[in-house]
């Protein structure tokens, strides 16, 4: 985001040092778009869990994930400010219902209304910031959403995966910003530098996201037990795959959200590079792995009542949470400064049993392979737990 073009100083944002803000309704009503964006996104891979889904689905959520960070650290900064800022997020929604609604075809190979939606959204956000201009500030420069709006709408007229390729280019040059550097004349990114983040309502939105993703393995699980009638093998694979989706809220919330919120309170100077690597970029792949988790849990509890090989949907199983304990382990190292031994003694054993299980995959029952990753998170939060209570 970025700073307009005229020669007015925007507004800062109002301080607020001291009080804790929290989600406000128009931030959750704009949230309701991803629950069916996110649906929407899972469902091609319940059907197809093969990598070439599985890479769809990463080629699709990319793009409707920077909506919604763009969006939720503009309004960590600046609040719900005015009527503009209203009607811009209803207009956002608008696009990302039309991109919701045709999600599915794009997976599908028809992407050209998904692209004109996005294209659309960028010109919206160029809107806003010629509406306000001189009152509230902008976040960046101009010309990346422009060249961006660009290359979406020319992907319109070519097939994939030359359309990927263009997408690909056009969120390079949205992202790249972020990426290369940490200084910038926006008034927004020198709050952001300065420490002027939100931290409660940052952990907060980006917490409320992993529910809307925790959120769809409840609903696959449900779905696929109503189903099959609720007879008696899903129930009881339904009832397992929950007991996964149990811990990994446990895991995230104790001692992933907690944590970076305590790093974030101590390393003020360090919000901007904090503020990225944790959120903006480093909860991209943990949100898509359980996203593509969620819709392998469909896919075994469905199998387990057809009498099918659930081999595809278990292996995208532990795919995805092999990518989900990769990235934990990456941002514990890199980012939270854990000493190797802090994050080796979980990680590791976690990825064994992926790969057996993997390997195993068309020869276990789906609830057997479900009760052994539950039992390997949960005995996974007792030295976490001791550690937690060990005074710093």
């Known amino acids: 985001m970025s700073g307009p073009t005229s020669n007015v100083e925007p507004r800062e944002p109002e301080p607020t040092e001291g009080v804790e803000r929290h989600a406000g309704w128009l931030e959750l009503f704009y949230d309701l778009l991803f629950v069916v964006l ?73 992407p050209a209304v998904f692209a004109g939606a996005y294209a659309a959204s960028r010109l919206a956000v160029l809107a806003f910031r010629l509406a306000v201009r001189g009152k509230w500030p902008a976040g960046g420069a101009n010309w990346p959403l422009l060249l961006s709006a660009a290359l979406w709408a020319g992907s319109i007229a070519l097939a994939p995966p030359a359309t ?24 927004l990114r020198r709050r952001l530098v300065s420490g002027g983040v939100e931290i409660s309502h940052l952990v907060e939105r980006f917490g409320l996201f992993m529910i809307i993703v925790l959120g769809e393995s409840i609903a696959q699980i449900v779905a696929a037990i109503a189903d099959a009638d609720a007879a008696p093998p899903a129930v009881i694979t339904g009832l397992a795959a929950f007991a996964v989706v ?32 944790i959120f903006l970029i480093g909860h991209f792949l943990p949100v898509v792995s359980l996203v593509a988790f969620a819709a392998g849990l ?18 995208l199983c532990v795919a995805a949470l092999a ?22 003694p979980w990680l590791l054993p976690n990825l064994v049993l992926f790969l057996v299980l993997a390997w195993l995959a068309d020869r276990l029952v789906p609830a057997v392979a479900l009760i052994l990753i539950a039992s390997f998170l949960t005995i996974e939060t007792l030295p976490a737990i001791k550690h937690r209570r060990t005074p710093t």
Do not use: C
């Not at 599985?54 to 005015?82: D, H, K, M, Q, R």
């Open 323 to 344: 990518i989900y304990m990769l990235n934990n382990g990456f941002i514990g190292l890199r980012v939270m400064r854990y000493a190797p031994g802090r994050v080796f």
């Open 164 to 187: 990927y390729l263009l997408w690909l280019a056009a969120l390079a040059v949205e992202i790249a910003p972020w990426l290369l550097g940490t200084r910038s004349g926006s008034p």
């Open 298 to 315: 469909g896919g075994l509890v469905a199998a387990a009542t057809s009498g099918q090989h659930a081999g595809g949907a278990l292996r």
């Open 246 to 277: 149990a811990m990994l809220w446990w895991l995230y919330f104790d001692f992933g959200s907690a944590v970076a919120e305590r790093t974030m309170s101590a390393r003020r100077e360090d919000a901007f590079r904090l503020t990225r690597s």
């Open 38 to 110: 996110v649906a929407q996104l899972a469902h091609p891979l319940v059907d197809h869990p093969t990598w070439q889904s599985g890479l769809g689905l990463l080629v699709l959520f990319l793009p409707a994930w920077w909506v919604w960070v763009g969006s939720t650290l503009y309004t960590n900064l600046t609040g719900e400010i005015g009527a503009e800022r209203r009607i811009d997020v209803l207009v956002q929604m608008a696009i990302l219902l039309v991109m919701a609604g045709a999600a599915t075809p794009a997976a599908h190979g028809h």
